[in-house]
């Protein structure tokens, strides 16, 4: 069982930046692939990037791509997403999530483990 917990949201006033973090345990993290999607109030949760376990290549919302930067650290089991520009319409609980192996990767139910989330709210 892989737990996950996130941490780094906050308010932010728009133009701003903000980095998450997302620490694992209780499994081996280098095998996952990892997500980090968002929901906002009264929307579906919403893909906004990931990196695979093997490669590392990373993948990207187009309403993020260009401003946001998925990364992880093997040897501290942790993902992080630095986000940059941000804008009011990137307020949202942003969820990390960890994914073994099928499916697709912009697919939430297709990840096996989430973190409780974590509040970015960006101010205009």
């Known amino acids: 069982q892989v737990r996950l917990v996130e941490s780094g949201g906050g308010l932010v006033q728009a133009g701003g930046s903000l980095r998450l973090s997302c620490a694992a345990s209780?499994?081996?993290?280098?095998?996952?692939?990892m997500g980090w999607f968002r929901q906002a109030p009264g929307k579906e949760r919403e893909f906004v990037a990931a990196?695979?376990?093997?490669?590392?290549?990373?993948y990207y919302a187009d309403s993020v791509k260009g401003r946001f930067t998925i990364s992880r650290d093997n040897a501290k089991n942790t993902v992080y997403l630095q986000m940059n520009s941000l804008k009011p319409e990137d307020t949202a609980a942003y969820y990390c999530?960890?994914?073994?192996?099928?499916?697709?990767?912009?697919?939430?139910?297709?990840?096996?483990?989430w973190g409780q989330g974590t509040q970015l709210t960006v101010s205009s």
């Open positions: 999530a960890a994914r073994a192996y099928g499916g697709s990767l912009y697919t939430a139910s297709d990840y096996d483990y």
């Open positions: 990196i695979r376990r093997n490669s590392g290549s990373t």
């Open positions: 209780g499994g081996t993290f280098s095998s996952y692939t």
